[in-house]
Each structure stands twice: as structure tokens, then as C-alpha cells.
């Protein structure tokens, strides 16, 4: 059975409703697999058409549709009688034979299905949800509902070869160009931060932090394949509900564990993967929102961790990072049986590694280039290296910062004031009682006033400093998470950079061939071509819809259809000429030399990652020294500052 529908750019599509076409279906609405002009699209008829929010999502960056499934045109019911309703809208179609769901990675009997899924892989599907939530973040967008459901990983283009989109965009939290508020009114208790439990989500403006607690979640079931709070024993309350956890705050892996709660043994504890790791989980479920990890802190930390991982020396289907036990290995151990089921397809470590030698890789290529390229790989070894010198200069940096204020954060810190208030009572009654000394009394009292006051300054400063510090590094942070420099990783890494290098010339050349026949096009003005059954007023009718030459004509023949009074003939006869045009051009193009055949160096996208890389990362260097010294110059001013205080402090003992 086919409905017709209509888009609001006036295109038809005839949707099928039965079940082989049905893709999925939730609380909002259900979400069918169809086609429109030519491509596949998936279309969501929701139970409730908020025009506006529609219009509010496709108002958003372009780069929001690299991270989520927005809508690409609203649709509407077609009657009779030309009348239309709003049904849902059309939005791209993930294959879901060829995607994955994230609910998919967190359970092994699922992951032994996959040909082959490694402990690896995990960490790097934690890394690509990250990223595509911190796009979304950095152009104001609230996930709001982030849980598996809404987490696939498709295939895409570049080193990776996958890329994390989020689902069910229409309940984003966002607001209007015109300011208009649209609030996210739906939420999974599971991955529910604490502050909203027991909100009207209607009305409830959320902060981009209870985004932050669903992803640190995802992210834990990702790396250690089970929910945080239900990682847990409380022979207290056995049969506590995991939301309820969550409220109160029973993570088992806290700093400070609450008594009688304590970890299962079957499952890796955070601190056996990484020191970092364990510390980002903590801030993540703390009852302090402010202090946990966004989404470009947890890109940083789990690029790093992704650069660590190496196969288990013990176990072929075990990964670990870098200097660090297996803890696959000790849970196993502990439990006495297998947990661990992925695949046991896991690469051999030399397949991995980077070659102790690669000048024999580059013979191959051509002497023009191999020289370039040598230089090339060398530069990126060592861009890399300063990212990471980098990375970890910012974490030293937090832990610095942490110590400064745990140390001399409080005024508690410099004075204690209630001892002095004692003091000062006591001495004031016995030397009134004994001299009746109005003057020296009043000494005393101006001293402690003093000396109260500079312990508030000197509290508040280093608050102040703090935070303005933190803030740094924060952007500091933002700034080399957003560093992408994944064009280098394929070339630095494989075990023939030859074979890498010249696909990536050949990819440089089409492209650089692509960019020529588009600026050709765009000169070729369609009034210049004498096509039959194309005069004036068909020419007007093409130009009125922007089509005034070829490269906008070769964007959009596939849907010429749609314009009234353009059949497929004409537009077959449009298309004919367009190729012969096309033909022509690239004729031209082997004359002039714009091709794969040429031997001089082309704009490769790892040498132009590599420019503006080096570019960057030498003045973020400059940003952290700035930070480092900031820090330093913290620490400096405290210790003068508590230099001050004990004089003050000696000078009211010798006065009492």
C-alpha cells in the first residue's frame, strides 16, 4: 500500500507502509525507507508536526549533518482536493545492513556476530561518538535523549572509515534564529543525569553538562561493557533501581565509595585501563555538573588511549594499552572463566606497527617525489609527537591546578578563624581585667580584622585565578581536540606508506581535476548552447530557478523534472549536451596537463593537514607555555601571599 506525500519544495514521493519498508518506530513517531529524486532517503511520519522545530533543524551549520540524521525537506500528506497536512519530513537513509547500532557493542554475544570487532575498535567508536557530540555541541545543539538507540556507525570517507551519527534529530534541544526556545521533552532513565530526574522535560532547558553525563555513560558501556551503576554490589539494596543510583550518586568506582558499595569483580575497573580515564569517570558522576568532562575533553583523552592500544602478549583477541597490564587478563583471573568474547580476528602486532625503516617503502614511487614524501613522513612523525607532548603538558596541567586549590583553595587554608576569634576573646577578657587598656585592645581587634580580610582576598584570588586558568585550559583543550590530523595517521602508519602515497596522488589529482571542470563549467553559460526546444522562455524558467550555467545545470539535472513543463525528453536532451560539454572539457584537460599524470608535487590533503597543523599546534605551544607560566605564576603569588599572612599572623601572637 502507497501513500502519496508532497515536500515543501514541491517534489512528490509515494511512500510503501508495509513492513519490509519500515525501518524503525519509537515513541515520536515511525520511520520508512523510500526515494526521492532518484537517491534513498529514510522519511519520518512523526504523531506530532512541530513545523517550526523543522525549520529550526534545517536552519542549522551544514556541519550539524556530518553528526545527525537532519531533515532534508518537510512532508506532507497529499489529498485529493490539494490539500496539505504536515506528516513528518525526509531525512538521509542509514543502511542499517551496512551501519551499526551502538546498543550492538556493549553486550559479547552480539559482538562475537560481528567478522570482526576488537577491543580497539571499541575505543575508537567511543572516540568517533565523542567527536560527532562535540560538533554538535560547538554549534549549540543539545543532544538532550543521547542513549544507544539513538548511536549508529555508518561508513564514511577518510582513515577511520566510519563516523557516529545521532538518530532522532527532531528532539534536539535548539533554539531559532529568532530566538525561540525548542526544548528536548524526552529522555531514557538510564542515561538521565541526576539533575533532571523528576523534571517537567517540556519546560526544562537543559545544560550542555547532562549531555556530558549520557555520553560519559556510553562511553564506559563502550570501553568496559556495562552500565556504570549497575556495576555494583550493595547487599544494603540488592534490588535498587539503576535511576535511583544514578540520583543518588552509588557509582562504585568513586573517589570516596560509600560504605557497603563496591564493584563487581567481573568487569574491568577503570583505573586497570588508565589513571585518566578513572579520574574523567569520577568528575562524570559526581554530583558537581560543572566538573565534568565535555565532549572535546573526552576526544582528547580517548585519541590518546586509541594510540595506546596494543594486542595482549597472552591472549590473541585481548587489547590493552601501552604499558599497562591486560585488564581482559586479570578479570578473567579473578572470575575464573572467559568474559572477553570479541572475534578472535585481532591483527598481529607488526601488521600495526610503524616500520623501523621506510626508505625502502618510498623506492617505488617516482625520484620527483619520493624525496617530498620522505620529508613528508618525517614531518608527521614528528607533528604527532608535539600533539601528544602537548596533550599531556595540558593533563599535567589540570592535576597542577587540582593541587593548588585543594592545598590553598579555602580560606581555611591561610588562617583558622575560629582559633583566632577564641584567642582573641580570651586575651581581650584577661588584659581588660588586668589594664582596662582600651588602645591595645583595639590594636588587637584591628590586627585580626586584617588578618581575616587578607585570608578572604587571598581565598578569593586564588578561586578567581582558578577558574579563569581552568577556562584556559578548557579552550586549550577545545582547541587541540578540534586539531584534526587523521589525514596523517593512514601514511605514518602503514606498512607501505608507497602503496598509501600514491592512492593519496591519485585521490589528490582527481580532486584537483574535479575543482578545474567545476570552475570550466561555471563559465559555460547555458544561454551560450543551442539545444532544440530550449528558447527563451524555457531559458528564463531555468535561470528563475537559479540554473544559469553548467556546474549549477550538472548539481541539479537529476531533478529538472520537478519544474513545470520540463519533461524527461527535454531533460534528457539537457543531459546529452551537458555530457558532451563534460567530454569536451576533459579532452582539454589531458592537453593542458591537469590529471594523474602529472609528475610534479600535488596539494595532497596530508601535506596540507601537515601545514596547517604545524601552523596550529605552534601557537597552540605558544598558548600552553602561556598557561604553564600563568600556573607557576599562581603558585608564585600564593606563596607570597602566605608569606604576608604568617607575618601578620606573628604580629597579632606578639600583640596578644
Not at 538510564?190 to 560519559?216: I, K, M, N, Q
Not at 550493595?234 to 564493584?263: F, Q, W
Request: proline share 6%; aromatic share 6%; hydrophobic share 40%.
Amino acid at each position: 500500500m502507497e501513500q502519496p506525500f508532497i515536500t515543501d519544495s514541491g517534489e512528490r514521493l509515494n511512500l510503501c507502509l508495509q513492513g519490509q519498508h519500515r525501518l524503525g518506530a519509537g515513541g515520536q513517531g515511525q520511520v520508512f525507507r523510500s526515494t526521492l529524486a532518484g537517491g534513498p532517503v529514510a522519511v519520518k511520519l512523526l504523531r506530532e508536526v512541530d513545523a517550526a522545530r523543522l525549520e529550526a533543524l534545517r536552519q542549522l551549520a551544514p556541519t550539524c549533518a556530518a553528526y545527525a540524521t537532519l531533515p532534508l525537506a518537510v512532508l506532507h500528506h497529499w489529498h485529493s482536493d490539494a490539500r496539505a497536512e504536515p506528516a513528518g519530513y525526509v531525512m538521509p537513509c542509514i543502511d542499517p545492513d551496512a551501519s551499526l547500532s551502538a546498543a550492538r557493542l556493549f553486550n559479547f554475544d552480539e559482538l562475537q556476530r560481528l567478522r570482526r570487532f576488537t577491543w580497539r575498535d571499541a575505543v575508537l567508536a567511543a572516540l568517533l561518538l565523542a567527536e560527532s557530540v562535540a560538533g554538535l555541541h560547538a554549534q549549540g545543539v543539545v543532544v538532550g535523549d543521547l542513549n544507544p538507540e539513538n548511536v549508529v556507525f555508518t561508513p564514511a570517507a577518510g582513515p577511520a572509515r566510519w563516523r557516529a551519527v545521532l538518530l532522532d534529530s527532531d528532539s534536539f534541544q535548539i533554539r531559532g534564529a529568532d530566538g525561540r526556545q525548542f526544548h528536548c521533552g524526552v529522555a531514557r532513565p538510564l542515561y538521565t543525569a541526576p539533575e533532571l530526574v523528576g523534571c517537567d522535560l517540556s519546560r526544562t532547558w537543559r545544560d550542555v553538562s547532562s549531555d556530558h553525563f549520557a555520553l560519559a555513560i556510553l562511553i564506559y558501556q563502550l570501553l568496559l561493557h556495562d552500565h556504570p551503576f549497575d556495576n555494583v554490589i550493595n547487599p544494603a539494596e540488592p534490588d535498587l533501581p539503576i535511576s535511583e543510583k544514578i540520583r543518588r550518586g552509588l557509582y562504585p568506582h568513586a573517589a570516596v565509595v560509600p560504605t557497603g558499595l563496591k564493584a563487581s569483580p567481573a568487569r574491568p575497573a577503570p583505573q586497570e585501563v588508565s589513571a585518566a580515564l578513572a579520574e574523567a569517570f569520577q568528575r562524570s558522576f559526581a554530583s558537581d555538573p560543572p566538573r565534568r568532562p565535555g565532549a572535546t575533553e573526552w576526544v582528547l583523552l580517548l585519541r590518546q588511549l586509541h594510540r595506546q592500544v596494543v594486542p595482549c602478549r597472552h591472549t590473541p583477541h585481548h587489547h590493552h594499552p601501552r604499558d599497562q597490564a591486560c585488564p581482559w587478563c586479570a578479570v578473567e583471573r579473578r572470575i575464573g572463566h572467559p568474559i572477553c568474547r570479541f572475534p578472535n580476528t585481532a591483527p598481529s602486532p607488526q601488521a600495526t606497527a610503524i616500520p623501523a625503516n621506510t626508505s625502502e617503502h618510498w623506492a617505488e614511487l617516482k625520484p620527483a617525489l619520493r624525496s617530498a614524501f620522505e620529508c613528508h613522513h618525517q614531518r608527521a612523525l614528528a607533528l604527532l609527537a608535539s600533539r601528544e607532548a602537548i596533550a599531556q603538558q595540558l593533563l599535567d596541567g589540570q592535576r597542577e591546578l587540582a593541587t593548588l586549590l585543594n592545598c590553598h583553595g579555602g580560606s581555611g587554608h591561610w588562617v583558622d578563624q575560629a582559633k583566632l576569634q577564641q584567642r582573641l576573646n580570651s586575651w581581650r577578657r584577661r588584659l581588660i581585667g588586668l589594664f582596662g587598656n582600651a588602645d591595645v585592645a583595639t590594636a588587637r581587634r584591628n590586627a585580626f580584622d586584617r588578618l581575616i580580610r587578607l585570608a578572604d582576598t587571598n581565598s578569593d584570588l586564588v578561586h578567581q585565578r582558578y577558574r579563569q586558568l581552568q577556562k584556559q585550559r578548557k579552550n586549550l583543550q577545545g582547541q587541540l581536540a578540534a586539531l584534526e590530523l587523521s589525514a596523517l595517521l593512514e601514511l605514518t602508519t602503514s606498512s607501505d606508506p608507497a602503496i598509501v602515497a600514491e592512492s593519496r596522488l591519485s585521490e589528490a589529482a582527481s580532486q584537483i581535476r574535479e575543482r578545474w571542470l567545476r570552475d570550466q563549467l561555471s563559465r559555460e553559460s547555458l544561454r551560450s548552447w543551442s539545444i532544440e526546444g530550449f528558447g527563451e522562455a524555457r531559458l528564463r524558467l531555468l535561470e528563475s530557478h537559479g540554473l544559469c550555467h553548467g556546474d549549477q545545470l550538472r548539481t541539479h539535472i537529476d531533478r529538472l523534472q520537478a519544474l513545470p513543463g520540463i519533461g524527461s525528453g527535454l531533460q534528457q536532451r539537457l543531459r546529452s549536451h551537458l555530457n558532451q560539454v563534460l567530454q569536451r572539457l576533459k579532452t582539454q584537460a589531458g592537453v593542458v596537463g591537469i590529471g594523474p599524470e602529472r609528475d610534479d608535487l600535488l596539494p595532497l590533503p596530508e601535506l596540507l593537514a601537515l601545514q596547517n597543523g604545524e601552523q596550529q599546534l605552534q601557537q597552540l605551544t605558544q598558548s600552553v607555555k602561556a598557561f604553564t607560566a600563568a600556573t607557576a605564576a599562581l603558585a608564585a603569588t600564593i606563596q607570597d601571599r602566605r608569606k604576608e599572612a604568617k607575618v601578620l599572623l606573628e604580629a597579632f601572637e606578639e600583640l596578644c
